[in-house]
T-cell receptor
Framework: NAGVTQTPKFQVLKTGQSMTLQCAQDMNHNSMYWYRQDPGMGLRLIYYSASEGTTDKGEVPNGYNVSRLNKREFSLRLESAAPSQTSVYFC??????????FGPGTRLTVT | ELKVEQNPLFLSMQEGKNYTIYCNYSTTSDRLYWYRQDPGKSLESLFVLLSNGAVKQEGRLMASLDTKARLSTLHITAAVHDLSATYFCAVNYGGATNKLIFGTGTLLAVQP
């Protein structure tokens, strides 16, 4: 079992460029999440998906879109990147007791 | 607005000492989680606390939950260097969706 995987691990964008962060899990979980982590802060929820085809906003959804392609995959898209979106992005899926399993993260820098 | 506050934010302790990290939250919740994060790494689940009075222990770490006081504690017994990491508590605010609000984290540095 790979658990939760994310690609890419690192990315540098220029302001205004777009990109998609990919996430996949092989634990047959229904719920998946996207978070961002900024220095000195805890994680903040961007979007959530309860199942294939459904998504819901979290605390900080502005500037992001998501797609739940199937049960395994949940992608996060930045349509027009801004320096304020420089962060580490984590994807997670939810286990049976509500605990979340996190991927390794994507470090994104927007210049 | 739901807030989750941890204290202290930074804790430097000597090996062999005991200490407690506190996690206070501002609204009713029935689930609380503790995670560990090593520098540059992802988050690892430590404890799942699902009811008032819940106590879980793993090695030198023990977590408890008091839902009436809206307080969870993470107690460290006889600290060792390998426990150095950032510890986060997270509170479920979304009911069945299990959306979480994270505390800002406690950076623990255990000095040999």
């Amino acid at each position: 079992n790979a658990g939760v995987t994310q690609t890419p691990k690192f990315q540098v964008l220029k302001t205004g460029q777009s990109m998609t962060l990919q996430c996949a899990q092989d634990m047959n979980h229904n719920s998946m999440y996207w978070y961002r982590q900024d220095p000195g802060m805890g994680l903040r929820l961007i979007y959530y998906s309860a199942s294939e085809g459904t998504t819901d906003k979290g605390e900080v959804p502005n500037g992001y879109n998501v797609s739940r392609l199937n049960k395994r995959e949940f992608s996060l898209r930045l349509e027009s990147a801004a320096p304020s979106q420089t962060s580490v992005y984590f994807c997670a899926s939810r286990g049976t007791r509500g605990e979340q399993y996190f991927g390794p993260g994507t470090r994104l820098t927007v210049t | 607005e739901l807030k989750v506050e941890q204290n202290p934010l930074f804790l430097s302790m000597q090996e062999g000492k005991n200490y407690t990290i506190y996690c206070n939250y501002s609204t009713t919740s029935d689930r609380l989680y503790w995670y560990r994060q090593d520098p540059g790494k992802s988050l690892e689940s430590l404890f799942v606390l699902l009811s008032n009075g819940a106590v879980k222990q793993e090695g030198r770490l023990m977590a408890s939950l008091d839902t009436k006081a809206r307080l969870s504690t993470l107690h460290i017994t006889a600290a060792v260097h390998d426990l150095s990491a950032t510890y986060f508590c997270a509170v479920n605010y979304g009911g069945a969706t299990n959306k979480l609000i994270f505390g800002t984290g406690t950076l623990l540095a255990v000095q040999p």
